[in-house]
């Protein structure tokens, strides 16, 4: 795999060539697109600031065989358009600011899986070594909310102010309804229980979510992952647009748009990985060390995996 990197930022785009090479790939730096056309008749993949993100879509329309990688300082709101109208931008990473790289470990977690494309990494991949973790059982309403007290307590052990296990709660929340609720779907591929999102019901073994949750001391982890792998593209990146264009929380925009706000609000990563009929996995990072207005203003990222 060969990555074409475009980052005005010399430093900056050397390390994340760096990070790319380390896991066997090739990789060229350059920092004026205009530089880039000698480049692309070798180039798999093409990574930018959002600043050159109508540059890179057009490059990316341009050859087939070429995906493009964005990463930003500023919110998601501006990259998000990108990855509606452009299928083969399927990643945004946030960065500190313009003199800043991104997220080691995320750059290489994304290097990884386009040079050696396969299913979704281990829990030990968005973490240091020495982490703990738990999994919660999951089959019925009343699991659902026992799993919410949990997750809320694990955060609450950790010592960090009492809005963080709120809000940490209400993304498992949203996630579990998700899985028990939307997911499921019986033989002929009809909703099983998505009519009703209130009444209370018990998964068939085949049919229940798994939940993990998971800290280093410096990141918080949480992962739930259904059997069915309906979860589309356009339900993550057209509901997160919508829930931004309308606000934080504006519920006005539909059940797709708010819950992605969840996610958006809860964390400062989120992962999608879907492989059809088989799974769907969404994955949320926190940073620990974050403080709540700090997040509320931080440059996210967003990942969408498909099979």
């Known amino acids: 795999m060969h990555a074409v990197i475009l980052e005005r930022n010399k430093l900056v785009g050397r390390k994340v060539a760096r990070l790319f090479m380390s896991v066997g790939a090739t990789a060229t730096t350059v920092e004026d697109p ?16 959002t600043f050159d993100a109508d540059f890179v879509a057009e490059q990316v329309r341009a050859h087939g065989k070429l995906r ?19 299928k083969l931008i399927d990643n945004v990473l946030g960065r500190k600011d313009f003199e800043s790289a991104p997220r080691a470990w995320e ?11 396969g299913g979704p990494p281990p829990l030990s ?3 240091d070594w020495g982490f703990s973790a ?3 059982e999951v089959r019925t309403t009343s699991d659902r909310d026992a799993a919410v007290g949990q997750i809320q307590q694990f955060v609450t052990n950790l010592q960090v102010p009492k809005r963080i296990s709120e809000m940490f709660g209400e993304l498992g929340h949203e996630l579990l309804m998700n899985a028990m609720y ?14 009703d999102r209130k009444a209370d019901i018990r998964l068939a073994d085949e049919e229940r979510p798994s939940v993990r949750l998971a800290t280093d001391g410096s990141k918080l982890v949480l992962q739930v992952r259904d059997p069915f792998g309906r979860l589309e593209r356009k339900h993550v990146f057209e509901g997160l647009a919508r829930g931004l264009a309308g606000g934080e929380m504006d519920s006005s925009h539909g059940g797709a748009g708010l819950g992605m706000m969840v996610c958006h609000n809860s964390s400062s990563a989120m992962f999608f990985d879907v492989s059809r009929g088989r799974h769907t996995e969404v994955t949320a990072v926190f940073e620990l060390d974050m403080n709540l207005r700090e997040l509320r203003t931080q440059a996210k990222s967003v990942h969408f995996w498909s099979a």
């Open 134 to 136: 738990i999994e919660l």
């Open 182 to 195: 939307d997911a499921p779907v019986d033989m002929h591929g009809r909703p099983k229980y998505a009519l």
């Open 68 to 86: 493009g990688v964005l990463w930003t300082a500023e919110p998601l709101k501006r990259s998000l358009r990108y990855l509606v109208e452009t």
């Open 125 to 127: 991949a968005y973490l």
């Open 107 to 117: 750059v290489l977690m994304i290097a990884r899986r386009l040079a050696a494309p």
């Open 34 to 49: 205009a530089q880039i056309a000698q480049h692309l008749s070798v180039a798999d993949v093409i990574c930018a600031d």
